[in-house]
């Protein structure tokens, strides 16, 4: 079995194109090689069409590369025997909450999966009641999940794949159709599941989300272009402009307020930390004037 | 006020009436839009919104109360329904899921076409509707339309509704799911046809950025209530009610009224970063410059 100080995904020189009728393919992936360790939080961004989305579904095998090799816990994805264990040790949460919710009770929908691999009815039971109440929905499982919030559905989708245990959670923009609240909500549980030492993968266009990211990885015609720590890359405004891609407002802030007065940090990249800094700004004057 | 080409009077709306599962949607809902002007609608998932811009364009008939579209009355039992739908194009959440035909001319083309005009005419409006989204007919309208990414689908479909020549333009999140570029673009393409087109536009959205960036004036939804209409400025300024009716707040926003809450004097209203950046300037302490 796979050795615990071994990255949890290793991408290795992956190439992948989509075939198109006349036989050409249109190239997506080339030649992309990096790592997902073990508790890691990672945010993959790119504009429309850099090829994170299709990269995102290599990690559990929903795609197997055309060259190269993904290897996940030590299982090669192209290993067909072995994709069942693959995607109980990855699993996805996609876009549109509508399309990834198959029963019509709450509680029925997260055990999906788990009867699908033939689990107990009571541990079933028990696992689907924790998969519940980790993402806050234990009170909804006997509601029919049509009626609820494109959140609260989300927040199914993840209880679904966290029933399953898995080691890591890969979100392909699983926030990008919600409101600002109900994106909210899904930070929150992805917050406390990463701090449970949980693996999480965000594929999204919020760079508000990456700012929750331990590293971002960033993608432009199917390579990997920057790579670094959120305030790292959120510093190179100019080169993000160029592969089509924002900053924060708050960095936005930070860096013109920055050129202006420059003891006023210009790396800070979350509102709390501009609001944080304006205190200490007038906190230092305080000091330097003795009160 | 009679130059409006949207007039929605106490319109109520109830779902799965006379069953265990009824819901009350609307509550009283008043709104009016005048001819070329841009509408955001802004509220909490759940809020009202959906079912709101469902009665635009017919997809409801007001139970409760009166909707009139440029003098067509939707509460008559002999409304023109395709003479109401030639007149209001709406682009549904995630229009590019409603893409059926192979090719990109083909799909935009294909409602002028059930309209039964000349192909001529059909191919003058497919060509004129998607230069002005912003895909050339000559590079794009042959081709397929599964190979199209995120922003060019949505387009498409934009392209698709432009191609009745609707005088009013509803759009559901328009730009949702749409990387920071092409949110722009498509926001710019939106405002030209607002503005140089006088097409009417009302769009939901939960993205405040865009509704800065687009609107005119905003309603507030919560509830299935009409909680607060004003400018963009206006709303955004009003932090109670942005706190209460769990609107999200562009990043400017939240910094300003924290700052505000924390006894800065800063103006809530400057929501524009450059105006931000300003506000924080005239509040730092002179020595630290």
Known sequence: MSDEREPLIRVEHVSFGYTMNDKRTLPVLRDISFEVRRGEYLAIIGHNGSGKSTLAKHLNGLLVPQQGNVWVAGMNTKDKGLRKEIRKCVGMVFQHPDNQIVATIVEDDVAFGLENIGVPADEMRQRVDEALQMVGMFAFRHRPPHHLSGGQKQRIAISGILAMRPACIVLDEATSMLDSYGRQDILRVMRALHQQGMTIVTVTHHMSEVVEADRVIVMEAGRIVMEGTPRDVFQQQERLHELQLDIPDASRISQAVHRVVPAFSGTLIRTDEVVEEVENMHLRTLEVHGG | ?289
């Open chain 2, 1 to 289: 006020m009679t130059d409006s080409i949207i007039l929605v009077e106490d319109l109520d709306h109830v779902y799965m009436k006379n069953t265990p599962l009824e819901h009350q949607a609307l509550y009283s809902v008043n709104m009016t839009v005048a001819r070329g002007e841009c509408v955001a609608i802004i509220g909490h998932t759940g809020s009202g919104k959906s079912t709101l811009i469902q009665h635009l364009n017919g997809l409801q008939r007001p139970q409760k109360g009166r909707v009139v579209i440029d003098g067509l009355d939707l509460s008559q039992r002999k409304l023109d329904v395709r003479a109401l739908r030639r007149k209001v194009g709406l682009v549904f959440q995630n229009p590019e899921d409603q893409i059926f035909e192979k090719l990109v001319g083909d799909d935009i083309a294909y409602g002028p076409l059930k309209q039964g005009l000349s192909i001529k005419e059909v191919t003058e409006r497919a060509k004129w509707a998607m230069e002005v989204v912003g895909l050339s007919f000559a590079d794009m309208k042959d081709r397929e339309t599964f190979a199209l990414s995120g922003g060019e689908k949505r387009k498409v479909a934009l392209a698709g509704v432009l191609a009745l020549r609707p005088e009013i333009l509803v759009l559901d999140e328009p730009t949702a799911g749409l990387d920071p570029c092409s949110r722009k673009d498509l926001l710019e393409r939106i405002r030209y046809l607002n503005q140089s087109e006088n097409l009417t536009v009302v769009f939901v959205s939960h993205n405040m950025e865009e509704v800065a960036y687009l609107a005119h004036r905003v309603y507030v939804m919560a509830n299935g209530r009409v909680v607060c209409e004003g400018t963009p400025r206006h709303v955004f300024g009003n932090a109670d009610i942005l706190h209460k009716y769990h609107i999200g707040m562009p990043e400017t926003v939240e910094i300003l009224h924290r700052l505000k809450r924390k006894g800065y004097a800063v103006n809530p209203e400057a929501y524009e970063v450059q105006e931000t950046v300003q506000e924080i300037l005239s509040i730092l302490p002179a020595a630290g410059r």
